[in-house]
């Protein structure tokens, strides 16, 4: 399982109902190729900037029910209206591509939740109006494993991150347990980084597990789907307490074994 920006989607799960394929691939196309501006290649930051501006004015386009020329927005536009997808999740997650860009450090947990709020959670509330079942409940729960996902693939790609120049670790936390920058820079996963990890885990576990109970809620394929990316998502937790938090030297990722044991939770919860 690749806990990360937008591989989450189930673009190609068997238990996504075919019918909704088309619209979960239109609105991946979207959300992936947004990613890819505000994060590959060379461009310099005003070009990123100005290219998810564009997007920005697509998506007035879609809500003005205009002609969007490019296949990508013609995709996204057509499923938008055959499912009444709201747009405000999609203005959400180009203004977190935009802070990307430009944003490098979080100084508390709730910044970096906000960052979340608008980077992962738009994610399950698409789906969930997919699937006719944006309650509130299930938004808020949807949430919390969005979130939670999203926290979980900044702890196993902190190395990764670095190489961006980027820290999605609080500073908070980082001086809370004494780890520099310089610690990132050097790999150094000694006992304060050890303790420091310790915390994010449990700090995502305990917000993954807040909203699991929606995937028992929901009927059907979706509720299956999401039991798996639920206890994928705590596995990989796992994985990083297994390495004693040195994901610099190891990178948590799920293999074969993994899966068996994410179905067998996953059909037990």
């Not at 190489?163 to 999605?168: D, E, G, N, P, T």
């Not at 297994?242 to 190891?250: E, L, S, T």
């Amino acid at each position: 399982m690749a806990v990360d920006h937008y591989e989450n989607f189930p673009v190609a799960s068997l238990l996504l109902p075919a019918r909704l394929r088309p619209a979960v691939s239109a609105i991946y196309g979207f959300a992936r190729s947004a990613d890819d501006i505000a994060d590959e290649g060379d461009a310099q930051p005003a070009q990123r900037l100005a290219a998810l501006q564009d997007y920005e004015q697509q998506l007035d386009l879609i809500a003005q029910a205009g002609h969007c020329k490019a296949p990508i927005f013609r995709r996204l536009q057509d499923t938008i209206r055959k499912h009444q997808l709201p747009l405000q999740p999609m203005r959400d997650l180009l203004s977190a591509f935009k802070q990307d860009v430009v944003t490098t450090r979080y100084a508390r947990y709730e910044d970096l939740l906000d960052y979340c709020r608008r980077s992962a959670n738009p994610v399950g509330a698409l789906m969930l109006h997919l699937y006719e079942a944006p309650t509130e409940q299930n938004l808020r729960d949807s949430d919390a494993i969005c979130s939670a996902l999203q926290l979980i693939n900044f702890w196993q790609d902190v190395a990764i991150d670095w190489q961006k120049s980027r820290i999605y670790l609080p500073l908070e936390d980082l001086e809370r347990f004494g780890v520099k920058e310089q610690d990132i820079a050097d790999a150094q996963a000694d006992a304060r980084w050890q303790a420091l990890m310790r915390f994010e885990v449990e700090r995502a576990r305990a917000l993954m597990l807040s909203g699991a109970p929606l995937a028992k809620r929901l009927p059907g394929r979706i509720g299956w789907e999401l039991r798996l990316v639920v206890q994928g998502g705590l596995r990989i937790l796992e994985r990083i307490e297994r390495v004693n938090g040195d994901v610099f030297r190891h990178r948590p990722k799920l293999g074969k074994t993994d899966w068996l044991t994410v179905g067998w939770r996953g059909l037990t919860m």
